[in-house]
């Protein structure tokens, strides 16, 4: 045992030495993707060097403390509230036995297809004053009826907890459904009650599941602007924002950045952590275990309490675009729709395809170098999924327009030659922040396919007469199109959906779905938002059809 | 550990029937352990025999019969006790130890209801008794399989059950390590005579270990016997079959307790009075057949497998049936010779054709 790890250890040193004295193509691959995730990074620290003292010491006596306390009231909020609803949900149709509980076990996964923006801005105008739900009450209890706003701290964080709860119930599900059934029993074989034992055994051994879901839930609310911004909640994104189009400093909103940034590496720490938790703790037995079955009362009550959540968290927001689509489906559906349906999908497609293409060659470099430092190096190229997108644009928009009126400079100054802006307002700068935010969604799919490509498949193939070319047409390509397929499909609805990025980068003018529901929402208009964000709410949908298909196989 | 009231059987399954759904699992099975025996279900997978111990230890409710746990009654068709409320241990198949716990809070996590003093008292000596202390604070997962068995078993003795159940507890271990660990449990329990009932597949496994076997087919007990009687009074062809190695020859009984057969007359005690020229099947143990060149019976070698002390030969009679020989291996024939045999056998065991 311990020669053996001495020789591994040995291994991986020499294959350190290589990579620094003769690195390989794929080795310099690696290296670039890490180096173009940490320049934004460093970028914003170095944004530190020019404080803007200015902006800061207006932001002190207005904002800051404002936007503490937010950050503070989503974070509480929001993580009690998924893991209120993700671990209920979770065990119920994890663990136990009610009727519906096989569709529902899919069903509430639905929100997930829902931008949180989305959501937001249905709920705000359901609970408008003029809206749906509003004018019945009034009229059954009349006029001086007291309804809480809406547009409050508490409508934040019940509109995230609804759209964000199904990363902990996903997780925690798996966890239950695997080893649920089995520790409870053994808990009781110990003289635990069923219920001791869910409080003493079931719930502690998901602990890991749970906390990673939680992490994931806390890093979309930091990173969220869409939902923060329709209900006019400020939060680090939303000043980030307002630094940099409504004070027009840069450096200020690097700096805020910054701030926002060390708080979500905790969290990054914090998940790494824990990941390490979950390969401890999984179970071996990896049939289902038999399931609770709830007595009379108790079981319609499961069924309620899923069929509620569902209804409020995706089946009468959806009800609510439609119906808002089809009222102005005659005014919305014309050319202008088409060109943003149109951008939306180019822009999409050609993302999914850049970083895919990327994504497969990092997963060849690990296989081809599993040494320390090529793993590393692509361990960091896949953390950008981390970094908000408010971020992420002023950390890739910074360097770039340095560089770019460096060049301008330049060529003014040596050639007296006016050299137009390069990349500034080209969608090179926006490709490039969607691959450093969504390369770990493509890369995962693919690497958990390319793990079934193992080096004896290889050898086997070898023996045959397969090499070269045929070898990756006949032999890898069939075995990792699954995973191909995956990532082309995430990454494609990330971008579609994604918000901030586009809006912050985007070529001046150029608007994408999520670009104009931004706009309108920013209005007030949500009737006219409803078709884009039905449009988005159908690509959403297709992850989730992957995710269902990928649980059904096991 | 617990002294048992010697007048009771610490278990009593009175013809206990199990279904999953329409089919019956388990078909009138009852048995009987008294304080301090060790027994064994035993059986191929999908015989029921998981399904009995679940249904002991109360996780499986009950179609119809009763059972009895030191004298009381833990389940029937309209009653079950938790398995909280039974006091009874059990060792899963995959251990089921929890992932979150210490190997000391594992152990310990049974023992509620004691002071610290108590309770530390109660998990050092089960630890002791495994050999683990000197590993408690370590977790599940920073231990080998081998020890991960005995912290299971640690923790399910350490309440001092009445009863402790086991559902194939072997099965997870590598081959040689699977042999040992049996034996030092069986040396664990007998010590602190224990009344435990194991199951598993493994007959190996069953006998070293089990005071009695119940041989299970299709949710029924077959044979419920030490393994010295299974193995050389088995009840039935079905018996004589699995347990062990040999093979059924068909014959004739003749007079003078003698069967004719493919090895010739044969004359010994039967295991049942039979009358003459009933057509019969003659279990033959590989060690029952005698390499003997100067025998007039001979048969072809047709397989020879090396087991460094013997070799065990599968043989072509005359008759065209096989049998095989345990030889001892300075005697070497290759596959196609024909070499001569002799049968010795004093107790037959002989079946009617049905």
């Given at each position: ?286 049939a ?267 | ?17 199990q279904a999953y759904?329409?089919q019956r699992v388990v078909k ?13 279900l035993l059986g191929a997978s999908g015989c029921g025999k998981t399904t009995v111990l679940r ?38 198949q ?73 559902d194939e507890?072997?099965s ?27 199951v598993t597949h ?13 041989v299970m087919h299709t949710g029924e ?21 699995f ?112």
């Open positions: 045992m311990f020669s053996f790890s001495l020789d591994r250890t040995a291994a991986s040193l020499r294959g350190c030495r290589r990579f620094l004295l003769h690195p390989s193509g794929w080795q310099h691959l690696t290296l670039a993707v890490a180096l173009l995730v940490l320049a934004p990074l460093t970028v914003l620290l170095l944004s530190w060097t020019e404080p803007a003292w200015g902006i800061w010491q207006h932001l002190r006596e207005t904002l800051l403390s404002q936007l503490l306390i937010n950050t503070f009231i989503l974070v509480v909020g929001v993580t009690t509230g998924t893991l209120l609803l993700g671990v209920s949900l979770a065990w119920l149709t994890g663990a136990c036995e009610f009727p519906g509980r096989t569709h529902f076990s899919w069903l509430l996964l639905l929100p997930l297809a829902m931008p949180t923006y989305v959501l937001a801005f249905v709920f705000l105008g359901l609970f408008d004053y003029s809206g749906p739900i509003q004018i019945p009450l009034r009229a059954w209890f009349g006029r001086d009826l007291w309804i809480p706003d809406i547009r409050s701290a508490s409508g934040v964080v019940l509109v995230m907890s609804l759209a964000l709860y199904p990363y902990v119930y996903l997780l925690t599900r798996n966890a239950f459904s695997t080893q649920g059934k089995r520790a409870l029993e053994a808990a009781q074989s110990l003289g635990c009650s069923p219920t001791a034992g869910f409080f003493r055994v079931v719930l502690p051994m998901a602990r890991p599941w749970i906390a990673g879901g939680a992490t994931l839930v806390l890093m979309e609310a930091l990173a969220d602007f869409g939902a923060v911004s329709i209900f006019n909640f400020d939060t680090f994104t939303t000043a980030i924002y307002k630094a940099w189009f409504g004070f027009f400093s840069l450096a200020a909103a690097g700096q805020l950045s910054t701030l926002l940034v060390s708080m979500v590496f905790l969290l990054i720490v914090l998940e790494q952590k824990l990941r390490k938790r979950m390969r401890f703790s999984q179970s071996r037995v990896t289902q275990a038999e399931r609770i079955i709830l007595n009379s009362a108790k079981k319609w009550l499961a069924t309620s309490y899923c069929s509620g959540v569902l209804l409020i968290a995706f089946f009468l927001p959806a009800l609510q675009l439609l119906r808002w689509s089809l009222k102005v489906f005659d005014l919305e559906f014309d050319n202008r729709y088409g060109m943003l349906l149109g951008r939306s999908l180019s822009l999409g497609l050609t993302a999914a395809l850049f970083i895919t293409v990327v994504a497969t060659l990092l997963a060849y470099a690990g296989r081809r170098h599993p040494d320390r430092l090529t793993l590393s190096l692509i361990r960091i190229s896949t953390l950008g999924y981390a970094l908000p997108g408010t971020v992420l644009a002023v950390g890739i928009f910074m360097p770039l327009a340095a560089l770019d009126n460096f060049l301008i400079d330049f060529a003014r100054e040596n050639f007296n030659f006016a050299l137009p802006q390069l990349m500034q307002g080209t969608i090179i700068i926006m490709l490039l922040a969607y691959l450093i935010r969504f390369m770990a969604a493509g890369y995962k799919s693919i690497d958990s396919a390319m793990h079934r490509v193992t080096s004896n498949i290889d050898e086997a193939s070898r023996l045959m007469g397969l090499r070269g070319l045929k070898l990756l047409v006949k032999v890898h390509l069939p075995m990792l199109r699954g995973g191909i397929f995956t990532a082309l499909t995430l990454v494609f609805v990330d971008v579609m959906k994604e918000m901030p990025i586009t809006l912050m980068t985007r070529p001046f003018g150029w608007d994408t779905l999520a670009v104009k529901i931004y706009e309108l929402t920013s209005e007030g208009e949500w009737e006219r938002a409803a078709l884009p964000a039905l449009t988005l709410l159908l690509c959403g949908l297709l992850p989730i059809v992957l995710l269902m298909r990928g649980t059904e196989g096991k | 550990m617990i002294m048992n009231d010697k007048t009771q059987p610490s278990l009593e399954l009175k013809k206990i029937s759904g329409k009138d099975l009852s048995l009987t352990l008294n304080p301090g025996e060790i027994g064994c249904t002991i230890a109360g996780f499986e409710p009950l179609l119809a019969g009763e059972i009895f746990i030191s004298g009381e009654k833990v389940s029937s068709a309209d009653f079950s006790l938790p398995p909280a409320k039974r006091k009874i241990g059990m060792v899963f995959d251990y089921a130890l929890f992932p979150h716990l210490s190997l000391f809070d594992n152990v310990a996590f049974g023992l509620r209801g004691h002071n610290k003093v108590e309770t530390l008292r109660r998990v050092n000596d089960a630890l002791d008794l495994v050999g683990l202390q000197s590993e408690r604070e370590k977790f599940p997962h920073e231990i080998s399989g081998g020890q991960q068995q005995r912290v299971a078993l640690a923790r399910a003795l350490s309440p001092q059950p009445e009863l402790l159940l086991m507890p072997f997870n271990l590598d081959v040689a390590l699977r042999e040992r660990l049996s034996l030092e449990v069986r040396d664990i329990l007998k010590h602190y005579g224990i009344t435990a009932l194991f493994n007959q190996h496994e069953a006998f070293a270990v089990a005071d009695r076997i119940g007990i077959l044979q419920w016997d030490t393994a010295h009687r299974l193995y050389h009074q088995p009840v039935s062809a079905k018996i004589a079959e347990v062990g190695e040999g093979v059924l020859l068909s014959g004739v009984v003749r007079e003078n307790s003698q069967v004719e057969c493919g090895l010739g007359r044969l004359t010994g005690i039967f295991n049942q009075a039979l009358a003459v020229n009933t057509a019969v099947q003659i279990l033959v143990r590989p060690e029952d057949v005698v390499h003997d060149d100067d025998s007039s019976v001979k048969a072809k070698v047709l397989r020879r497998n090396f087991r460094g002390a013997n070799i065990l030969y599968q043989l072509r009679l005359e008759s065209g049936e096989h049998v095989q020989a345990l030889v001892p291996s300075h005697c070497d024939h290759q596959p196609g010779e024909l070499i001569g045999i002799q049968p010795d056998v004093r107790h037959l065991i002989l079946f009617p054709f049905p």
